[in-house]
């Protein structure tokens, strides 16, 4: 809930022009909403709606992410190699996601992505990727004698 806290505090954020590494996690974000909104269609927080809304909103920021990567993976690896480097990307990002997200239920993914939806610019939308993918925190022990 903390995640989706923040987000609410991002909706006036301006935007600023980014790199390959944030292109990926942008390009993450719209695979985890997408492979968990598919997820969640059967459910009572079907958000597939919210994620429509969610693409509509933020093209221009998706496409631009989707050129960047492309172009670094070509740089990189060729126009060959980018291809399938790509799609060997986009698969792990999407397998990652398949059996839910580790931290998010459908009821808050649903919250999220609406709260997506209006929030404008490529900064506010990396710094919400920053929340939303960040791994789970690992539980801390204490141990006493």
Sequence with gaps: MAALAAIGTLLATPARAGDAQEAEKLRRLDIMLMVTAL???????NFQADFAAFEASHLAELNDAALQLRKSLVAANGVVGASRE???ISTGMANQYGQGHPRLDCAELKQATRLLAELK?????????DE???????PVLALSR
């Design 39 to 45: 997820r969640c269609r059967t459910t009572e927080d």
């Design 132 to 138: 939303l993918l960040a791994a789970p925190a690992r």
């Design 86 to 88: 790509l799609d060997r």
């Design 121 to 129: 610019g490529r900064e506010a939308l990396l710094s919400a990727a």
